[in-house]
């Protein structure tokens, strides 16, 4: 094992962080087609936060991503 | 992310070959070198936007033609968006925001042409942008409520011994934008280019050597072609996105809720 190979396997390592942001992403999605299957007259009122709550939770993901991205081609 | 993918290995596997910035072809050694690829799908990126609308609109008149609905129904996503978002109050903010979604909306679209670059593949062009709209949100801020608009770092409602916790976590969170702005829309498109990359050449590269891999062949075509399709949403979803955080950023730089 040379500490090439740790670092792949850290940058590897570091991607879990988008579990939690899929089960984040999940939820949102989730909880907005319930909310349109009972009233799907407010779909278009939803619709601009849906995207805002989808960019901030996929945040997380893009900051796990970019320890991935640090491990790889910073250090 | 260049130097993984040097002239020393251009397999048929060099995924990241396709992002490299190089002088147009027969540019390489004349001073006009620096028109690189990058450059010039930017400049026709702006050129397609500029030469679209005018010819939309040369004929305007007050019961619009086919062309002129096209620019109408454009203009009304813009409004509609930042009516949504700004209020009346943000009106003045619609050329702005239009501009940068068409731009990113038109790059991402020119990206997916064969043999051609996506401009916004590349951190330095989204990192520009990104930071200038975070530059631009407290420009808009401080211009308009004076000092008192740094008031967002301390929300109201919030109990005295934990106001410089929230403060200090509200303070990062807000130096945090312009990086997860300028990340959200590089490692999509990034991401996305490379996952066709990799199906594509498995698609035309698993060669007809046996009957399985003439198998796989055919199996994956269909696969590359929705994940094409996918790449198209993702290009109007990023480029929505990316317009639709600058607005809720600029929400509030125009009315601080404190």
Redesign the interface.
Known sequence: MTPEMFKYIGAGLATFGFVGSGIGLGTIFGNYFLAVSRNPASAPKFQ?WL??G??LV??FG??A??IALMIM?VI | ?AE?SGDGEKSAFDLMHQFDITPLAGLENTPLAFVTNSAFFMVLTVAVIAVLMVVLTLSAKVVPGRGQTISEIIFDFGFG?VD??LGKKGRSFVTFLLSVFLFVFVANILGMMPYSFTVFSHISLTAFMAVVIFMMVIYVGVSRHGLKWFGIFAPAGVPGWLLPLIVVIEIISFF?RP??HS??LF?NLTAGHIVLKVIGTFAAGAGATSLLTILGGLFLTPVLFALSALEYLVAY?QA??FT??AA?YLAEAIEPHH
């Open positions: 601009t995207f805002v989808f960019a996929e945040a893009i900051f991503l970019l081609f | 992310m993984k968006m949504d978002i945090m990086l997860t990340l959200r490692a979803l929505y996105i639709l955080l809720v």
